[in-house]
């Protein structure tokens, strides 16, 4: 079966500290991997991907994550968090279907 | 402008009653995607459509029925039989199933069942 697991509900820091939100998932066969992210009253907007190549992806905002096969997940990261990263972030994983995590809520202080 | 649009916003209805949930797209996507999302348990899959006149179930189907009579559009009935149906429903559409493409959504419906 293809599932994702996030290992963190709630998550609060302070701005400028680090953030890493972990993702895992479950499916034997090739994947592509998303994060997305829903700012409060808006849309889920794509955060980055992995399709191929490079395991380390880039994305908006400051945003990387890592793709470690052998483990298989794709934490996310990113140096330094803003106040306006307060946001629900969302680990999906696309193998025979496209399927999303349970979600993390990221609330920033300022 | 392109995008997903979802009608209605909020919906209300009776116990016992079906409802339809529209999700129309205008970006030429082939595959299209029903979720729920329920707090605390992110988004689940409830329908999916890679190609026009063809869907699969997804992880939570009982309870929903979808038809994808044209391309551009992909409604979902939440019938009587789904036992819990008050959520937020989703819809989102992308160019293909696989090969990483970004999946566009739409602003939801909240159905709220008295």
């Known amino acids: 079966a293809q599932s994702v697991s996030q290992h963190n509900h709630h998550v609060i820091l302070s701005e400028a500290a680090s953030l890493e939100l972990g993702c895992n998932y479950s499916?034997?066969?090739?994947?592509?991997l998303f994060w997305y992210v829903q700012y409060p009253g808006q849309h889920l907007q794509l955060l980055l991907k992995?399709?191929?190549?490079?395991?380390l992806v880039k994305g908006i905002k400051g945003f990387e994550a890592e793709f470690i096969k052998s483990k298989f997940s794709f934490n996310l990261r990113k140096p330094s968090v803003q106040w306006s990263d307060t946001a629900e972030y969302f680990c999906?994983?696309?193998?025979?279907?496209?399927?999303f995590g349970a979600g993390t809520i990221l609330r920033v202080k300022s | 402008d392109g995008g997903i649009t979802q009608s209605p916003k909020y919906l209300f209805r009776k116990e016992g009653q079906n409802v339809t949930l529209s999700c129309e797209q205008n970006l030429n996507h082939d595959a299209m995607y029903w979720y729920r999302q329920d707090p605390g348990q992110g988004l689940r899959l409830i329908y999916y459509s890679q190609i026009v006149n063809d869907f699969q179930k997804g992880d939570i189907a009982e309870g929903y029925s979808v038809s994808r009579e044209k391309k551009e559009s992909f409604p979902l009935t939440v019938t009587s039989a789904q036992k819990n149906p008050t959520a937020f429903y989703l819809c989102a559409s992308r160019p293909s199933q696989g090969r990483g493409t970004e999946a566009f959504f739409g602003q939801g419906t909240r159905l709220t069942v008295v």
């Open positions: 992995y399709f191929s190549g490079d395991p």
């Open positions: 499916y034997g066969g090739t994947v592509n």
């Open positions: 999906a994983v696309d193998g025979n279907k496209l399927v």
